[in-house]
């Protein structure tokens, strides 16, 4: 399980987006987290994805406490919680290839993986690989963007906004590859979107941060 308990955290002192929040989500399952723009949901993915330390509270992993790590976090760990964000280009170097982006987190650790199994799991054709991120669509670019956050094998994964800068088609394809992950890997899924009809599709329950509280 990957847990926040009563977390409070901002961007200005004395001012918290998020006061005493807590939400657990479990192996296997994907949680919705829906709610009005500005709520702090994405914080609350953040944080729970490492990315942004609570100034109080607890995050822990299947029991763990994890609260104090970000930069510092144990690769083992780190390899635990993926993220994808809702814009594709911020997220990537420019200088490379698809098949750069997807590797580049298995060459942080020394390690190998299936770069031709991966791109084949979000559907990316061998020639796109080789193509930069200029070269390709939004859609392509969040393909691989997924590839390189499923890489490193996580039992959890925040899709922050994941698609919604993609049409119907890319959408259902890149939620059927999460999906899949969930079904066959049991890995736990953090869905933040605005689209509630997405979410009560692929969810198997919706919050919204107000009820966390
Ligand atoms: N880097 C930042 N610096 C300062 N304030 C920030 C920063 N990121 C977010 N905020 C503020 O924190 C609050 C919550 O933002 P957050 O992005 O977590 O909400 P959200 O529910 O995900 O919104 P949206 O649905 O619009 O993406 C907002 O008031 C926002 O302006």
Redesign the pocket.
């Known amino acids: 399980m990957l847990s926040a308990r009563d977390v409070v955290v ?3 002192r004395g001012e918290p ?1 998020l006061d005493g929040v807590s939400i657990d989500v479990s192996a296997g399952e994907v949680l919705g987290l829906a ?12 944080v729970l994805a490492l990315l942004h330390r609570p100034w109080s509270g607890r995050v822990s992993l299947d029991g763990g406490d994890i609260s104090g790590f970000r930069h510092r976090t144990p690769p083992e760990t780190r390899k635990a919680i993926g993220i994808v964000f ?1 814009h594709p280009r911020p997220a990537v170097d420019p200088r490379f290839t698809l098949r750069d982006i997807i590797a580049e987190p298995l060459l942080a650790r020394g390690e190998a993986g299936d770069i031709a199994e991966l791109a084949d799991e979000v559907g990316l054709t061998a020639e796109l690989l080789t193509r930069r991120p200029h070269e390709v669509s939004d859609g392509q670019l969040q393909r691989a963007c997924l590839a390189r956050a499923l890489a490193p094998q996580p039992r959890y994964l925040v899709c ?2 994941m698609t919604a800068m993609l049409d119907a088609s890319t959408t259902a394809a890149l939620v059927r590859v999460v999906d899949r992950r969930t079904r066959e890997n049991g890995t736990g899924v953090l869905a ?1 979107s ?1 689209d509630e009809a997405l979410l009560e599709r692929w969810a198997h329950r919706v919050v919204s ?1 107000s009820e966390l509280i």
């Open positions: 901002g961007y200005r987006v709610g009005p723009s500005g709520s702090g949901k994405s914080t609350l993915g953040r809702q922050d906004e933040i605005h941060v």
